[in-house]
């Protein structure tokens, strides 16, 4: 094949709405960029559905969907049930494990198998479900790893006292067995940061040389000033309001309460809370109802407005592999308070000021710091959209990405 030769490219996900987080992000923006670059794109995806253009054919494969909010933890019907990959579906749900990688890679497995004559490579969106393997043997597989979930389930043992709560987490995250047997079977993966890299490797017990890292872009056509919006004084935006303890919010809820006894703060939490949940409950106990508004989900513009009219931008994630949220608001030209967890850092750089994560004393201290000093504010604001510019694009990304399947291509030809 000629090394510019247009590729015909099978992307899956398994869970792949860009409301879901990072992944469908991921797939939207990679996707139409590597249309952009000339390759034929084609996803293959289970539910929710993503949100991708027109000219990306979608195949969507059925499933159960018993995490769909509308019909949560639905009783399937026996017809239903009569399919094996629906029954193993239903009885890991019923006994709290999390099915969907293992059970979306063994529907991709029998939609393409008879299908990849059609495909010069398949590129996987962290399912690493055992069906990949199997396609493996026929096609030229390339993994994402954005991060390892490895230190998701370490957070969500870490942060219950409960020993049933902690079976619970070790259940839900079983999935995590087949996928570090998946990953190692692989010559090239893909992951968006040397943190990730560094991690994944140690966890997964895989040599480094096997990964290719990737960085995320920011779609700076989303994100991006608005001038014309004035920024509220001491208004801050956070851009998760899950109960997750990996994305730190309790931490800024402290560090909110902290800051009321000496400023008039007000938090805008794109999003909204689980009904009586761990957020809902600590912000009541710390009775910061009043300064905190939750946006419910917004579209695109008015995410923006939200950014522009936001004094700062805080991320107080615990880990993040790469850190989307603190890319997308340096686009916007607002001053970032980032945590150290994980590659934060290296998204962040020397565009925002960076604190221990997990400390809300000193998550406060950096968002005081720069509500009190306008230039600093300003200087950093400015530092981290021309990082942004420079550092992360989704054209970049893509090139990169095909690099890596040419070189999966020829390992594969080998063989």
Not at 106 to 125: C, G, M, P, S
Not at 166 to 176: D, M, V
Not at 374 to 396: D, I, N, P, S
């Amino acid at each position: 094949m000629a090394h510019q030769a247009r590729l015909r490219i099978c992307l899956l996900s398994y869970r792949s709405n860009p409301h879901c987080g990072g992944q469908g992000v991921y797939l939207r923006n990679l996707s139409r960029a590597l249309k952009d670059l000339g390759h034929h794109v084609e996803v293959v995806s289970g539910p929710p559905d993503p949100i991708l253009d027109d000219d990306i054919p979608v195949h969507s494969l059925a499933s159960l969907d018993l995490y769909n909010p509308d019909d949560l933890f639905r009783i399937p019907s026996l017809k239903e049930l009569s399919n094996p990959v629906n029954m193993i579906e239903w009885l890991q749900v019923a006994t709290l494990g999390f099915p969907e990688p293992f059970t979306f890679g063994l529907r991709a497995w029998a939609f393409l198998k008879n299908r990849l004559h059609q495909y010069d490579v398949i590129h996987d969106n962290q399912s690493l479900s055992y069906g990949l393997t199997w396609l493996n043997r026929s096609i030229p597989v390339v993994c994402t790893i954005h991060h390892p979930i490895t230190r998701d389930l370490d957070i969500a043992v870490e942060t219950v006292s409960a020993f049933w709560k902690k079976i619970k987490h070790l259940r839900w995250y079983s999935f995590i067995r087949m996928q570090k047997r998946v990953a190692d079977s692989f010559s090239k993966l893909v992951t968006v940061s040397e943190c990730s890299r560094d991690d994944i490797c140690a966890d997964f017990k895989i040599a480094q040389d096997r990964f290719e890292i990737v960085p995320n872009g920011i779609d700076i056509n989303l994100f991006y000033p608005i001038k014309e919006i004035e920024r509220e004084k001491n208004r801050i935006i956070v851009t998760n309001s899950a109960d997750m303890p990996l994305k730190g919010l309790y931490h800024l809820l402290f560090a909110v309460a902290h800051m009321a006894k000496t400023t008039d703060i007000q938090l805008t939490v794109i999003g909204t809370p689980k009904k009586n949940g761990a957020v809902e409950n600590l912000v009541r106990s710390l009775d910061i109802g009043h300064l905190i508004t939750f946006t419910g989900r917004v579209d695109h513009e008015e995410f923006v407005r939200h950014y522009a009219r936001a004094s700062v931008a805080v991320i107080p994630s615990l880990y993040e592999g790469f850190g989307l949220p603190a890319g997308e608001a340096m686009a916007c030209g607002v001053p970032v308070v980032s945590t150290t967890g994980g590659a934060l850092p290296e998204v962040v750089g020397d565009a925002g000021i960076l604190v221990p994560p997990g400390d809300h004393i000193a998550l406060a201290d950096g968002i005081l710091k720069l509500l009190n000093n306008k230039e600093l504010a300003k200087k950093l604001g400015e530092a981290g959209y021309r990082r942004v510019h420079k550092m992360f694009t989704w054209k970049a990304a893509a090139q990169k990405t095909v690099e890596t399947y040419r070189e999966a291509i020829r390992d594969h030809s080998r063989f």
